[in-house]
């Protein structure tokens, strides 16, 4: 009996170059990976590794200075690259929405967070003032908001980090879209309050059959969040792979680096190991391997050439001239 045919991937995402300034310097360069429908993918790295412009490539909602030179990007069979304002309008929130860091930043503090979700089904589902009402009620609850009847009446300053993140991650999903994007979503939150919005989205992903990109720059956020991990540094991905195989067994000296900085499951240890030096200022020209500067395996011909992103074992991949010397010796 033949196989039966995989569903297209929800997004699709190939050779991705960003330059930067007026010198249009490459910051991210050669970036590809898929997100399968319902599936989650943490794309990780420090700060200044690209993680951040490549999602701000796939909304369509890079700053100025900032120009998506080379690549394709896909939503389902919509290539994103060659979408117009108007066609934007009606991407974001119905097929792709988005939650960052500050949600503060991204309300309008003169009007309650319920007529601002209210607006938006009634705009873009075209719901009755009482149905976008009720709707946006539902929502609240569903994303674990106490006595949510009140919540719609208040305004973004009498809610805490933790509720205003729940009232944009309701907005996020209230049209039903097919990917979300969660941008440092939990950073500026208490360890506790960050757990309960990480088990949010992963129950939303469920109920809603939500695919999810997850930046961060958090191992232990991925380790618990996501199906699939990439790993980048210098404006490109280093490695990539299963979660739970890339923690178990990472092969690139960056992400063991990284594991060796988060200690993830070791909270024993007193001192944790430190990355020396800093990560490359976007778009630096830096010869062979962008880590070489900082890796302790580092060997002359690390410096000689770009460096392919090669696979290693099926679902698997990274970017080393001595891969083979070090997994071996691992």
């Given at each position: 009996?033949?196989a ?9 995402v ?18 590809g990976f898929?997100?399968g429908r319902?599936?989650?993918v ?6 200044g ?8 490539s ?6 100025p200075?900032?120009?998506l030179?080379q ?13 117009n304002?108007?066609r934007w309008?009606k ?9 960052f ?9 003169s ?17 009755s ?6 709707r ?5 609850e ?10 719609y009446h ?5 809610l ?5 993140q729940?009232v ?5 999903v209230a049209?039903e879209p097919e990917?979300l ?7 500026a939150?208490?360890?506790v309050?960050?757990a309960?919005?990480l ?6 992903r ?7 990109l997850l930046?961060?720059?958090?191992l ?5 969040t ?17 979660t739970?195989?890339v923690l178990a ?5 960056y992400?063991?680096?990284?594991l ?8 024993s ?17 830096l010869?062979?391997c962008?880590?070489a500067p ?11 050439g ?8 099926p679902?698997r ?13 691992s």
């Open positions: 009996m033949p039966s045919p995989q569903p297209e991937p929800t997004l699709r190939s050779d991705l170059a960003i330059t930067v300034g007026q010198d249009r310097r490459t910051a991210v360069r050669g970036v898929e997100i319902g599936e989650s943490g794309l990780v790295g420090e700060s590794s690209g993680k951040t412009l490549t999602c701000r796939v909304l369509g909602l890079l700053p200075g900032v120009e030179a690549g394709s990007i896909l939503l389902g069979d919509t290539d994103l690259t060659r979408a304002r108007r309008d991407i974001r929130g119905t097929r792709l929405a988005a939650v860091q500050d949600p503060a930043s991204y309300l309008n503090p009007l309650t967070v319920g007529h601002q979700l209210a607006e938006q089904l009634r705009v873009k589902r075209r719901l003032r009482k149905e976008a009402h009720a946006s009620v539902e929502l609240f569903e994303v674990g908001l106490n006595r949510p009847e009140v919540v208040q305004y973004p300053h009498e805490s980090g933790g509720m205003l729940r944009l991650i309701a907005i996020a049209l990917l994007i969660a941008d440092e979503a939990t950073t939150l208490d360890v309050i960050q309960e919005i088990q949010l989205l992963s129950r939303l469920r109920t809603h059959h939500l695919s999810l930046v961060t720059h958090d232990a956020v991925v380790a618990e996501c199906d699939r991990i990439l790993v980048m540094y210098g404006g490109e991905i280093v490695e990539s792979g299963p739970d195989e067994d990472p092969q690139h000296p992400t063991r680096a990284l060796a900085v988060a200690s993830i499951g070791d909270w240890r007193r001192t944790l190991e430190v990355i020396p030096g800093s990560p490359p200022e976007a778009g630096a020209v010869p062979g962008r880590f900082r890796c302790r395996d580092v060997v002359d011909r690390c410096t000689s770009l460096v392919p992103l090669v696979d290693t074992t679902g991949s990274a970017r080393c001239v001595r891969l083979d010397e070090l997994v071996s010796a």
